[in-house]
C-alpha cells in the first residue's frame, strides 16, 4: 500500500537541513521546499555562484563542498552546526552523469570521478553527519540513488552500479543506524527533468518515455521523511505513486534436517561484532 500523499505545506519549524548538490535540479528545489516550510537549509555544493544564489534566495547559507573529500562533508556539517545551532536533515544528493562506458571508451578517471561523487559523497556525507544528528537525539539522512539502482541499466553500466551501491548502503545503514533514532532512507527517480538528462533528453522524448517534474520527487522527498521508515528505497515513477521498493529476501540456510536457523535473521557480520 502507498505511503505517498498530495503534499499540503509542511512545517519544518526549527529543523535545519544540509543539502549537497544543493545548486540546481532535484537539490535546489529540495532546498526551497524546506525553507518555504521554514527549515534553516545550508546550501552545499562546488559551483559556488549558483549554490550561493539559491541560499540568497531561500535566506539560507551556502558552504562550497566538494563531496569527493571527506574533509569538505566534514567542514559543511560544522557550518549548519556553527550557524544554525544544530542538523537534522541531511539531503546527500550530489550526482553526476558517468560519460564512461566499457569497452574501448572507457575511462578509468571518468569512472573514479562518477563512484567519487555518487557514492564516496554519500558514504563520506552520511559519517560526517552522525555526530551531529546524535546531538539530536535523531533525524533524517535521505540519499539521491535513481532508479537505475533498482533495475539492469545495460546502457552505462558505471551509474547503475554507483545507484546500487548507493541503494544498499541505505538500506544497511538504516539497520545499523536504527538505535540512534537516525532514518537513513534512499530517493530512486526515474528521468526527472534536470541537467543530468539534458543530453538525452530528447531522444526521450521521442520514444514517448515520460520524464517526472521535479515536484513530483520533491513530494517524494518530503513523504519520505514524514514516513517514519528506514533502510527502504523508494521508487519516483511517472503515473505511481511513490512507495518503498519491496525487495524479496534472498533464500535462508537450512540446517541439515531441513530446519530453519534461528541465527540466519542476522547478519554474520553483525553476529560477529555481537559475541
Known amino acids: 500500500m502507498s505511503r505517498s500523499r498530495r503534499h499540503a505545506p509542511v512545517d519544518y519549524t526549527g529543523k535545519v537541513a544540509l543539502i549537497t548538490g544543493g545548486s540546481n535540479g532535484i537539490g535546489a528545489a529540495v532546498a526551497r521546499r524546506l525553507a518555504a516550510g521554514g527549515a534553516r537549509v545550508v546550501v552545499a555544493d562546488v559551483d559556488d555562484a549558483q549554490g550561493k544564489a539559491v541560499a540568497d534566495e531561500i535566506d539560507g547559507t551556502f558552504v562550497r563542498c566538494d563531496v569527493t ?26 550526482g553526476v552523469a558517468t560519460n564512461t562506458y566499457f569497452g574501448e571508451e572507457f575511462s578509468v578517471e571518468l569512472y573514479r570521478r562518477a563512484m567519487g561523487i555518487n557514492l564516496d559523497g554519500v558514504a563520506y556525507g552520511a559519517q560526517a553527519a552522525l555526530g551531529a544528528l546524535r546531538a539530536r537525539g535523531g533525524g533524517h539522512i535521505v540519499a539521491t540513488a535513481s532508479m537505475a539502482g533498482l533495475m539492469p541499466t545495460p546502457g ?23 538505535d540512534d533514532n537516525i532514518l537513513v532512507n534512499a530517493l530512486c527517480p526515474a528521468f526527472a527533468d534536470t541537467n ?58 537450512r540446517a541439515e534436517d531441513g530446519s530453519r536457523i534461528a541465527a540466519a535473521t542476522k547478519d554474520p557480520i553483525t553476529l560477529a561484532k555481537e559475541s
Do not use: H
Not at 69 to 94: Q, S
Not at 161 to 176: D, E, H, I, P, S
Open 69 to 94: 573529500r571527506f574533509e569538505d562533508n566534514v567542514d559543511a556539517v560544522a557550518v549548519a552546526v556553527d550557524t544554525c545551532g544544530g542538523l537534522d536533515i541531511v539531503f546527500l544528493n550530489a
Open 156 to 178: 552505462d553500466p558505471v551509474y547503475g552500479a554507483n545507484k546500487a551501491a548507493v541503494v544498499g548502503l541505505v538500506r544497511a545503514l538504516g539497520g545499523a543506524l536504527k
Open 196 to 253: 543530468i538528462i539534458t543530453p538525452i533528453k530528447s531522444t526521450l522524448e521521442e520514444v514517448g518515455m515520460p520524464i517526472l517534474p521535479v515536484s513530483k520527487v520533491v513530494d517524494a522527498f518530503e513523504s519520505i521523511v514524514d514516513s517514519g521508515g528506514t533502510g527502504e528505497a523508494w521508487f519516483v515513477q511517472a503515473g505511481r505513486p511513490s512507495e518503498p521498493f519491496g525487495f524479496r529476501n534472498p533464500p535462508g540456510p
